[in-house]
């Protein structure tokens, strides 16, 4: 094992406390004596954190058998009767989205949280960076959700670059700019050791007016680094020894934060927001540690002060959860089994299906399906491409620049599947799986536009491995090159049909109605432009977008595709489908082979 982490000098009470020390011996009474103990005697100064990062269900996976909220209340008993109070850090991601909370808002989320440290009281130990998916139903105009939350949490939130008094009108976030558990930066002692901590989030449209650190920057990266810096310093100046950035950023962001920093910026950073463990680094002597997504694992790691002051991180230690490595909490699995069972029968009950709907039977798979994320938002998948193709399925809508002859492309964004494990062949698929593959609906959208913005769209979304934007293709192929070190993928043909769709050619896409209103950064769709009364540069521009699609109001670009007299939903159409095959193969029927993928890697 070797340390993580660059050294860190001693603060003012760091220097006091050796200074008083230094080459003498601390006297302890006891009975009556006096007994002189050397300063090499005392055991090392210590803190062990556990950390995490977006977690969507309080259950776990695999139908209970891997993560949950469950095992990682074990974990951190077993961890603290080894190593004493634990610090734990929970990287952003927790309200949303999962089966259960769209029905809870991500109360049940909160509620399991509660329970970690088995009691009542708040648990001055555990912290959480807001995710951008904590704002999947609330925003400023609409904040009722994320407030009830955060204000239930017997927690403390981390706001380091998110200021909730910025909502434009109202009182918006207000109670959360006033609440005692959301802070900017926190230091916690730990076992001697003052550790400083502040939480990041990543921008995105819905909430954007509430970044800080945007003054004299020229990208959203820069805002964040400016924020880190600012915080790192905000940190030492009231005498944090250790300062850990807890972050939900992509890994470029987090990693140009200490490339640019170095010493000005954190010692470490936990994060989240890639849903893959990964260790990255050094980075000018440092790492960022992340974890799987929905607590498959969890990571821990001490941070020891030497007998010269200096303090360092031991290597991360990964614990999987799953089976009975370790057992469940009994307190927490509990609740975890009362709250599924409460929300099946409410669930059965609005849907109209009868009781114990989600374990009804949905088809069987007739090969693997790969959904496990490291494939869903890395790579083609047959499943993948077989989504993408019913999105062709429907009646596709004509516009006087695209019409009938037109390509048509399916354009599904892996974010839209979050299932988060593969299916083998043969796999008896019940609701439960079905609804938890798409947690949002999926109505879609046709958008009329050039071969030169398609190829923009397919360089935003290839270029993106491992983020939600990654696209499963359908009706066309693409022959691509991908730079690591950018992060940019550069498209060299797009065909159609056999035929090469040249930069004016006109394309028909199809994709769902968030992708369609420019989410996930596909902000080349000639769509809501000059003239829509859609400001870009306000919070909730991209769901007025999407508003105006479904209204008509844009449909000289862009239409709603319709099923009869309903938009055409690919979520409820699967839904709908597989329940119907209960029994029969559903799915792709064959692998992806040489002859049969869509995207070509060079």
């Not at 912290?127 to 949490?153: I, K, M, W, Y």
């Given at each position: 094992m070797t340390g993580t982490s660059s050294r860190v000098h001693p603060g003012p009470s760091q220097t006091t406390r050796f200074w008083g020390t230094l080459g003498l011996a601390a006297m302890v009474a006891t009975a009556g004596y006096a007994v002189y103990q050397t300063e090499s005697h005392k055991p090392p100064e210590s803190a062990t954190i556990l950390f995490m990062n977006d977690i969507y269900r309080i259950g776990g996976i695999k139908r209970g058998s891997e993560g949950g909220l469950a095992r990682i209340a074990s974990i951190r008993t077993e961890l603290e009767a080894k190593h004493g109070e634990l610090l734990i850090l929970h990287a952003g991601d927790a309200l949303s989205p999962s089966l259960l909370g769209d029905m809870y808002k991500g109360a049940q989320m909160v509620e399991a949280l509660n329970l970690?440290?088995?009691?009542?009281?708040?648990?001055?130990?555990?912290?959480?960076?807001?995710?951008?998916?904590?704002?999947?139903?609330?925003?400023?105009?609409?904040?009722?959700?994320?407030?009830?939350?955060?204000?239930?949490?017997?927690?403390?939130?981390?706001?380091?670059?998110?200021?909730?008094?910025?909502?434009?009108?109202?009182?918006?976030?207000?109670?959360?700019?006033?609440?005692?558990?959301?802070?900017?930066?926190?230091?916690?002692?730990?076992?001697?050791?003052?550790?400083?901590?502040?939480?990041l989030t990543i921008s995105e449209s819905t909430y954007a007016g509430l970044l800080t650190d945007r003054e004299g920057t020229d990208t959203l990266t820069d805002s964040y680094i400016a924020a880190a810096k600012r915080l790192t310093a905000e940190l030492r100046a009231k005498g944090a020894e250790y300062i850990i950035g807890v972050t939900h950023l992509a890994k470029p962001q987090d990693r140009a934060i200490l490339e640019t920093l170095g010493d000005a910026g954190p010692d470490l950073i936990i994060g989240g927001h890639d849903h893959a463990a990964m260790k990255v680094g050094p980075v000018n002597g440092r790492y960022i540690y992340k974890q799987t997504a929905d607590a498959r694992d969890v990571g821990a790691l001490t941070i020891t002060r030497a007998k010269d002051g200096t303090l360092s991180a031991s290597e991360r230690t990964v614990y999987e959860l799953k089976g009975n490595s370790p057992t469940k909490d009994p307190t927490v699995q509990a609740f975890v089994d009362q709250k599924m069972a409460a929300h099946e029968a409410a669930f059965c009950a609005k849907k109209g299906l009868g009781d114990g709907c989600l374990s009804d039977g949905m088809g069987i798979t007739q090969i693997a399906w790969q959904l496990e994320e490291n494939s869903n938002r890395e790579m083609e998948t047959a499943i993948g491409n077989w989504l993408a193709d019913q999105m062709l399925a429907p009646e596709t809508p004509t516009f006087e620049g695209c019409d009938a002859a037109s390509p048509t492309v399916g354009l599904l964004t892996a974010g839209g599947l979050r299932l988060n494990y593969d299916l083998p062949a043969s796999f008896e698929l019940k609701r439960r799986e079905v609804e938890e593959l798409f947690p949002f609906?999926?109505?879609?959208?046709?958008?009329?536009?050039?071969?030169?913005?398609?190829k923009a769209a397919l360089e935003n979304g290839l270029g993106a491995p491992g983020e939600g934007r990654w696209p499963h293709l359908s009706g066309v192929n693409v022959r691509y090159s991908y730079e690591p070190a950018t992060r940019t993928a550069t498209v060299h043909e797009v065909t159609s049909g056999g035929k090469p769709v040249g930069p004016a050619d006109p394309v028909r896409v199809i994709a769902n109605g968030y992708t369609a209103s420019r989410g996930d950064g596909y902000q080349m769709w000639p769509v809501c432009g000059e003239g829509s009364g859609v400001d870009w540069s306000t919070d909730g521009a991209r769901r007025q977008c999407e508003q105006r699609i479904m209204a008509g109001l844009e449909s000289a670009t862009a239409k709603p595709v319709m099923d009869g007299d309903t938009v055409f939903d690919l979520k409820d159409w699967a839904l709908e489908a597989f329940h119907a095959a209960d029994g029969k193969g559903v799915g792709p029927t064959e692998d992806l082979t040489d002859d049969t993928r869509r995207v070509t890697k060079e």
């Open positions: 970690l440290d088995g009691d009542d009281d708040h648990d001055s130990r555990l912290f959480v960076t807001f995710g951008n998916h904590e704002f999947d139903v609330s925003s400023c105009d609409r904040p009722d959700a994320l407030v009830a939350q955060v204000q239930t949490s017997d927690f403390t939130w981390l706001a380091g670059n998110l200021d909730f008094s910025k909502c434009a009108s109202g009182d918006g976030f207000a109670p959360l700019a006033n609440a005692k558990n959301v802070v900017p930066r926190q230091i916690v002692d730990m076992h001697g050791i003052r550790i400083g901590l502040f939480g609906s999926l109505p879609l959208v046709a958008i009329c536009m050039t071969g030169t913005e398609l």
